[in-house]
């Protein structure tokens, strides 16, 4: 099984509609992202959540919202879907200081795709 | 704004050739840099990193040179094979944030 699972793999909806993007993991990490990915743009952090209580903004937080329901569950909303949100969109973990100083490995999901028409 | 970000899109390379994968940043605060492997409808996987009081760090047929003079890293593979086919991204950050800050990646492509 997958250490960071993320659902729907896929999903196509239409242009105002409320989506959600749900992670959850089994490594016991306190860090968990969202990231998007478009093609020539790379990754780009949208929020991050150091640990239940804690929400940050990313570099590209409008139009998303973010909800930490426990350690091991962290999940994606657009309020209000439209076409340019369509994109790749990663979950990921990291254990931080649980790992040492300065560590950065990020562990992935596999990817939900969301088409936005 | 900081960035990370890679001089090539595509490389391809002969099944058994050595393969090079180069990559520049801004931010000189950057102390952490890490190479990253997507394979095609897959989530990226670690490879390999490297902390900015080094400038080489060796894995299994994986080697990062680091340039703090000129910020540039690159990752280099040797003896390329097939299984290495997909996109590199490498990825810095610096301070306690753990925030990463990718680059736009590099299509490794290996013909046999």
């Known amino acids: 099984d997958a250490d960071v699972t993320q659902t729907p793999r896929n999903r196509i909806t239409k242009t105002g509609k409320r989506i959600m993007l749900e992670c959850s993991q089994t490594?016991?990490?306190?860090?968990m992202y969202w990231y998007r990915q478009d093609p020539g743009l790379g990754l780009r952090l949208i929020y991050y959540?150091?640990?239940?209580?804690?929400?940050n903004k990313g570099e590209i937080s409008d139009g998303y919202s973010v909800s930490r329901q426990a350690q091991a569950k962290f999940s994606l909303s657009l309020e209000s879907a439209i076409p340019n949100q369509t994109a790749l969109y990663f979950c990921?973990?990291?254990?931080?200081?649980?790992?040492?100083?300065?560590?950065?490995?990020?562990?992935f999901g596999e990817g939900s795709r969301l088409t936005v028409l | 704004g900081e960035s990370v970000g890679l001089h090539l899109p595509t490389l391809s390379v002969q099944e058994g050739d050595n393969s090079i994968i180069n990559c520049a940043y801004s931010?000189?605060?950057?102390?952490?840099f890490i190479w990253y492997k997507q394979e095609s409808g897959k989530g990226p996987q670690f490879i390999i990193d490297?902390?900015?009081?080094?400038d080489k760090r060796q894995g299994q047929r994986v080697t990062v040179l680091l340039n703090k003079t000129v910020k540039h890293l690159s990752l280099q593979i040797a003896a390329t094979q097939p299984g290495d086919s997909a996109v590199y991204f490498c990825?810095?950050?610096?301070?306690?944030?753990?925030?990463?800050?990718f680059g736009t990646g590099t299509l490794l492509a290996v013909q046999p």
């Open positions: 490297i902390r900015s009081n080094m």
């Open positions: 931010n000189s605060a950057s102390d952490y």
């Open positions: 959540s150091f640990d239940v209580k804690d929400i």
């Open positions: 990825a810095g950050h610096g301070g306690a944030t753990n925030k990463l800050i």
């Open positions: 990921a973990t990291s254990g931080g200081e649980q790992r040492g100083a300065n560590t950065g490995e990020l562990f």
């Open positions: 490594k016991g990490h306190d860090r």
